[in-house]
Every structure is written in C-alpha cells, then in structure tokens.
C-alpha cells in the first residue's frame, strides 16, 4: 500500500489539478523525490538546490512535522499521509 501525498492548492498545477498522490517510498525523501521525478514543475517548490526541503514548506507524516523526526530520513509505512503545507507569512493590521 503506497504513502498519500496531500499537495496543496499552489503545486496542484503541477499535479495535473490532484489533491493527492499515491507513491511508494520508505521515508520521507524516496516519496517526494518520487513527486518529483513524476510530476517536474513540483521540484523547485519542494526542494532547495541542495536536495533539502524548502525552507518555506512545511511537511507533515500524519500529524507530525519532520523538522523534529529526521526530516527527509523520517520512516514512511503503507497507509501513512504526507501533508505538503506552504508557510503562510504577511498580513496587515
């Protein structure tokens, strides 16, 4: 059973419009580097140039963020949702 990637609204054009995507991977980074080898347009959003995840994407394994479980090392199991959410900064008074 593969891994669900949920992609947010900014990267679904590169996902020809899906919410989700279904990889098999056994951490964090097999999965969204297999994003990327499926769907381009989705790589320089993910990833910086040095292979590490962009600063401003915060990714999820169920409910936990990977910044405190190894990042791209993070173990994956069939059945798990990897949740892909944009930092949201600005606003006005």
Same mark, same amino acid.
């Given at each position: 059973?593969?891994?669900? +990637?949920?992609?947010? *609204? +900014?990267?679904?054009? %590169?996902?020809?419009? %899906? ?21 381009? *347009?989705?790589? #320089? ?11 401003? !994407?915060?990714?999820? +394994? ?9 990042? !791209?090392?993070? %173990?994956? *199991?069939?059945?798990? #949702?990897?949740?892909?959410?944009? %930092? ?6």
């Amino acid at each position: 059973m593969p891994v669900t +990637v949920r992609i947010p *609204g +900014v990267l679904r054009g %590169a996902t020809e419009g %899906a919410k989700t995507v279904s990889l098999d991977g056994a951490t964090v980074g097999d999965v969204l580097g297999r994003l990327a080898d499926d769907h381009p *347009g989705v790589r #320089e959003q993910v990833f910086t140039a040095d292979g590490s995840i962009h600063r401003f !994407l915060n990714v999820y +394994v169920n409910d936990d963020d990977v910044r405190y479980t190894g990042g !791209l090392t993070t %173990a994956v *199991g069939p059945g798990d #949702e990897i949740t892909l959410l944009p %930092a949201v900064a600005g606003g006005s008074r």
